[in-house]
């Protein structure tokens, strides 16, 4: 979709009343937040190609799609680490859209597929994550691993035991939980885990600058405030993209609804 497009529908998502309109899902998740707050979902995965994502992989100049890692097949968005790829070469990629967003609600549905590429890190098994309030590709170095971002991960379970999914990754920034600046890479989140190749959906709920919240199952897994880069800068807005980062991965949906800067901020509790 282009820009102008785009910003149109953007407005009118701004404007509308109180339409609510519920994505497909065939996952565990059935109490989904989005669907309790007026407005559109807007799909930023339109399910046929990739019009409107820019692949960045670190050691390759914006726009190289490296191995056709990211691809669409099947209606799906894949995260790509098949026989052809060959062993993990340490090239991280992320892959942005177009556009970029402030205040707003972020649905995802994905799963954790196959086999984590040869040699790939230990930490990154059944690993993925959604960059939001992120740099612009063409701003990031070109051995740049990850965008100066806040990360809302995405983590599939071992088979046994737990492994908890919707924690908070900060490459090149920080947040405040409880008032305190973390000054941690890593904070785990109250979420839960999901074992095989099960479709999972999570929901982000982002407002600017003041309060973000992960959510899974109908609840706040986790919460936090004033999103920042390293040196103090307040993050208003950014880009969104999905990482790749030798985990396979599919995405079945991706969708955006955005949300008024003065709306009221959605209840906790869920009926």
Not at 11 to 39: F, W
Not at 57 to 86: A, I, M, P, Q, T
Not at 106 to 128: D, E, H, K
Not at 187 to 196: A, I, K, L, R
Request: glycine share 12%; charged share 25%.
């Amino acid at each position: 979709m282009k820009n102008t497009q785009f910003a149109i529908t953007i407005a009118a998502t701004l404007a509308a009343s109180a339409l609510i309109a519920t994505a497909n899902d065939e996952g565990p998740n059935q109490k989904l937040v989005g669907d309790r707050v007026p407005g559109e979902w807007i799909d930023l995965f339109n399910g046929e190609n990739l019009d409107g994502w820019t692949p960045k992989f670190s050691g390759h100049e914006v726009g190289v799609n490296h191995k056709n890692v990211f691809r669409v097949e099947d209606g799906l968005l894949r995260v790509v680490y098949g026989e052809e790829y060959g062993p993990w070469d340490g090239a991280f990629g992320h892959l942005f859209h177009e556009q970029e967003f402030s205040h707003y609600i972020l649905r995802v549905t994905y799963r954790f597929t196959g086999q984590q590429a040869p040699g790939g890190p230990g930490w990154a098994i059944r690993n993925n994550g959604i960059m939001f309030h992120g740099q612009r590709p063409e701003e990031m170095e070109i051995d740049q691993d990850f965008p100066d971002s806040i990360e809302f991960q995405m983590l599939g379970g071992s088979g046994s035991g737990d492994r908890v999914t919707g924690s908070l990754c900060t490459p090149g920034t920080d947040v405040k939980i409880d008032g305190e600046l973390t000054g941690r890479h890593v904070t785990e989140s109250d979420g839960p885990t999901f074992h095989g190749d099960q479709w999972v959906t999570l929901e982000l709920e982002v407002r600017g600058n003041d309060i973000i919240r992960h959510w899974a199952d109908g609840r706040v897994i986790l919460e936090y405030t004033h999103p920042q880069r390293n040196d103090g800068t307040p993050l208003e807005s950014g880009t969104i993209s999905i990482q790749a980062e030798s985990a396979p991965t599919d995405f079945k949906a991706i969708q955006i609804k955005v949300l008024d800067p003065d709306a009221p901020l959605i209840p906790l509790e869920v009926e």
